[in-house]
Each structure stands twice: as structure tokens, then as C-alpha cells.
């Protein structure tokens, strides 16, 4: 896995991020992030919520972030 990629999976996974401020973290242009997203997809469950909240910026909008699988 690049190490973009890592990096932003990490990310997301402490806390649901737009995809700016996922830039911005990662040093990345928010193409590469989409493409990273893109990359990790088939692995992990990616949700996508439209009217959420950065918990950077604190902006409302679209926000990424990784769902947990269900430990049972």
C-alpha cells in the first residue's frame, strides 16, 4: 500500500474528515485522495455522509469516513 494511501486510511479511521482537510494532512491534491479512496475501497467499507461535519475544520458538508466491522 503507497504511503498516501496509509496515511489517509489512518485518517479517516480516527475521525470523519472532508476531503480538503484529507488533503491537506496527507499533502496530497483532492484527486489523489479520491484515487487513494479508490484504492482502499475493495478492503474496507468507505461512508460517504453529504451533510456531515469535519471534525478538522468543523465545516458541514460531505465527509469520509471508514465504517468498523461489526466484532461479534
Known amino acids: ?3 498516501t494511501t496509509a496515511l ?3 485518517l479517516i479511521l480516527e475521525r ?3 476531503l480538503s482537510c484529507i ?3 496527507a499533502g496530497s491534491s483532492e484527486t489523489a ?3 487513494s479512496l479508490a ?3 475493495p478492503v474496507v467499507r468507505i461512508r460517504r455522509e453529504p451533510a456531515g ?3 478538522a475544520c468543523g465545516q458541514d458538508g460531505l465527509v469520509v469516513s ?3 466491522p461489526d466484532w461479534e
Open 66 to 68: 471508514l465504517t468498523r
Open 8 to 10: 489517509i486510511t489512518a
Open 1 to 3: 500500500m503507497p504511503q
Open 39 to 41: 484504492h482502499i475501497a
Open 23 to 25: 488533503a491537506m494532512k
Open 53 to 55: 461535519r469535519c471534525r
Open 33 to 35: 485522495v479520491e484515487a
Open 16 to 18: 470523519p474528515l472532508c
